[in-house]
């Protein structure tokens, strides 16, 4: 049948399953929200204030699901706008397709009215990228985006169509979309022989999980290895829910901010199974002294992880359900109970301490636990705040815990909240923010609004930069260099001039009952928790240190002692 590009952009979308998807219109991409207005009852669109935000929602969706998440933008700026968004999910392996619409192919080089090369400049922070400019080329462009944002190691695609390429007609066939199978082509008996070998002779075995563990859905198959095994747990910040947070094995987070438990039984033990994981800096510390005594099984879908950052001994490449699948079964029931006895002594002997006679973030997280039943989505934006939402909150499940990881993006929560939320409307989502984040795209709270999302906003109000307060603070003198924001903000008047209702907390007392309301209400809420400025995260690793080198505030204090 004859259809112009437009209609076939929509067609291969619903061809694809998308039912929802984010953007902001602009001239070169009139013609497919034209023809998004005539399929309104198919595909939701979620018009939201900044094209950062539309990616950062389509993100947030794309994580909330597994499923792709899409967004769209006109040419020029709009493009632009979208690089931080598609950079942070490329970062964290998120399934992303980003349409974008350029100036029409006579326009192309001419430095056109909001003409980019979104294409060339989007290479490094993509899976697949390309300019469609025949039409005749456009339904399998598409097909081939979300092929590519699915399958493997999972990422951003972004496919930019001439204005001329949405108006021109074709012939167009409909297709079923091709099956993503997890990868196992390059999983080798020879590695799982080898790593089974060196597990079942471990004495003092430990299990890290990192993103790849949620990705590829392989708890059930984690939790049969570490009782096998009998091993302690612990997680990075992308890894959080692949192991349920109330498990007696677990020990909690791993690296700068991990708990001293974490850190040091990973310095001892004597085999370090790495699940999903890419070996961070902000996990290991001092590479030279990572693990030293530890031989290393490393499984990951991803053969350019293997041996990038930590040497290993052992690597399994391919999903890590597949892998743990084929593995489990080649290890033997084994006795490590004088170790697991070790590796809790630590958590008990070093557990995560807080100031308990004032409002704090600590004992925020601990009250959303509590009043969400640890049931929330929790997201978080970058800094402080989103280090204590990963100490504080006991992450049951996958998919339960939503930040940016690797890129560390500011401004990253409240428009993946309305992502998350949008795919989950029945539970309670809760985006986590600092005031620092919150200045960054506080103005997706008129999205919420506008279509009543109802979202969460907890903005951790010290008045300054946080986390690198906290670093100017320990190792600059103390000299606060562009890091204090008192000025004249009312954060609340904000939320509420953008359609939101909003409460001020700033006492421990007042904080459930806000909450409590905030649930009730059923629509967007922004509180504000006013808590001290030179309250800082512990355990904290100095740059380039050994993780063994934690310290807390009980350490600083023995030291100026």
């Known amino acids: 049948m004859k259809m112009n590009g437009s209609q076939i952009l929509i067609e291969c979308l619903k061809e694809q399953g998308v039912d929802t998807v984010f953007g902001y219109p602009g001239g070169a991409i009139l013609n497919v929200y034209d023809e998004l207005y005539r399929h309104q009852k198919e595909i939701r669109h979620i018009l939201t204030s900044h094209e950062q935000g539309a990616a950062h929602a389509a993100d947030g969706y794309a994580r909330a699901t597994g499923s792709v998440g899409v967004c769209l933008a006109t040419s020029g700026p709009g493009a632009t706008n979208l690089v931080t968004g598609i950079a942070t999910a490329n970062m964290d392996s998120v399934p992303l397709v980003a349409i974008t619409c350029?100036?029409?192919?006579?326009?192309?080089?001419?430095?056109?009215?909001q003409e980019i090369d979104i294409a060339g400049i989007s290479?490094?922070?993509?899976?697949?990228?390309?300019?469609?400019?025949?039409?005749?080329?456009?339904?399998?462009?598409?097909?081939?985006?979300?092929?590519?944002?699915?399958?493997?190691?999972?990422?951003?695609?972004?496919?930019?169509?001439?204005k001329n390429v949405t108006a021109d007609v074709t012939d167009y066939e409909p297709?079923?979309?091709?099956?993503?199978?997890?990868?196992?082509?390059?999983?080798?008996?020879r590695d799982l022989e080898e790593a089974a070998a060196l597990i079942n002779k471990s004495k003092k075995p430990a299990i890290f999980t990192g993103g790849g563990a949620v990705i590829s859905g392989c708890s059930k198959e984690l939790k049969k290895l570490a009782y096998q095994l009998q091993a302690p747990v612990c997680d990075s910040l992308m890894g959080k829910g692949a192991f349920d947070g109330n498990d007696p094995l677990?020990?909690?987070?791993l690296g700068m901010h991990g708990t001293k438990a974490a850190n040091l039984t990973v310095s001892h033990c004597d085999l370090l199974i790495a699940v999903g994981?890419?070996?961070?800096?902000?996990?290991?510390?001092?590479?030279?002294?990572?693990?030293?005594?530890?031989?290393?099984?490393?499984?990951?879908?991803?053969?350019?992880?293997?041996?990038?950052?930590?040497?290993?001994?052992?690597?399994?490449?391919?999903?890590?359900?597949?892998?743990?699948?084929?593995?489990?079964?080649?290890?033997?029931?084994?006795?490590?109970?004088?170790?697991?006895?070790?590796?809790?002594?630590?958590?008990?002997?070093?557990?995560?301490l807080y100031d308990e006679d004032r409002l704090t973030g600590p004992y925020?997280?601990?009250?959303?636990?509590?009043?969400?039943?640890?049931?929330?989505?929790i997201v978080t934006e970058v800094g402080q705040h989103q280090m204590w939402a990963a100490q504080y909150y006991r992450y049951k499940e996958p998919r339960q815990l939503f930040t940016s990881g690797g890129l560390g993006t500011m401004g990253y929560g409240l428009g993946a909240s309305l992502g998350v939320k949008t795919a989950w409307p029945a539970r309670t989502v809760v985006n986590i923010a600092g005031d620092g984040c919150f200045r960054m795209n506080m103005n997706e709270l008129a999205t919420a609004s506008r279509y009543n999302i109802g979202i969460?906003?907890?903005?951790?109000?010290?008045?300054?930069?946080?986390?690198?307060?906290?670093?100017?603070?320990?190792?600059?003198?103390?000299?606060?260099?562009?890091?204090?924001?008192?000025?004249?903000?009312?954060?609340?008047?904000?939320?509420?001039?953008?359609?939101c209702k909003a409460i001020r907390v700033t006492k421990r007392e007042e904080f459930?009952?806000?909450?409590?309301?905030?649930?009730?209400?059923?629509?967007?809420?922004?509180?504000?928790?006013?808590?001290?400025?030179?309250?800082?995260?512990?355990?904290?690793?100095?740059?380039?240190?050994?993780?063994?080198?934690?310290?807390?505030?009980?350490?600083?204090?023995?030291?100026?002692?």
């Open 250 to 253: 677990y020990l909690g987070m």
């Open 456 to 499: 969460i906003e907890v903005v951790f109000n010290n008045s300054v930069l946080g986390m690198v307060h906290q670093w100017q603070e320990l190792f600059y003198g103390g000299r606060y260099s562009q890091t204090i924001l008192k000025d004249k903000v009312n954060y609340c008047a904000v939320a509420q001039a953008l359609g």
């Open 364 to 377: 925020i997280m601990q009250e959303i636990y509590r009043l969400t039943e640890g049931e929330a989505k």
């Open 123 to 162: 290479i490094p922070i993509t899976k697949y990228n390309c300019i469609v400019k025949d039409v005749s080329c456009l339904a399998q462009t598409i097909r081939k985006a979300f092929r590519i944002a699915r399958e493997g190691r999972p990422g951003p695609v972004l496919v930019d169509l001439t």
């Open 175 to 189: 297709a079923t979309p091709e099956e993503t199978v997890p990868q196992s082509e390059y999983i080798r008996i």
């Open 277 to 352: 994981c890419r070996f961070s800096d902000r996990v290991i510390g001092n590479p030279k002294s990572f693990a030293k005594g530890a031989k290393i099984v490393q499984i990951d879908i991803d053969p350019a992880e293997i041996n990038k950052n930590i040497k290993v001994d052992v690597s399994i490449s391919g999903d890590c359900n597949e892998v743990l699948k084929r593995l489990n079964p080649l290890i033997r029931p084994l006795d490590h109970t004088a170790w697991v006895e070790e590796s809790m002594t630590l958590k008990e002997k070093y557990p995560l």
């Open 512 to 561: 459930a009952p806000a909450f409590e309301e905030a649930v009730r209400s059923g629509g967007p809420v922004l509180i504000e928790c006013v808590i001290d400025e030179n309250d800082n995260v512990f355990p904290m690793v100095p740059a380039g240190h050994s993780i063994s080198e934690a310290f807390d505030q009980a350490d600083l204090k023995e030291k100026k002692q």
């Open 102 to 113: 350029n100036v029409g192919i006579s326009l192309l080089g001419k430095d056109s009215f």
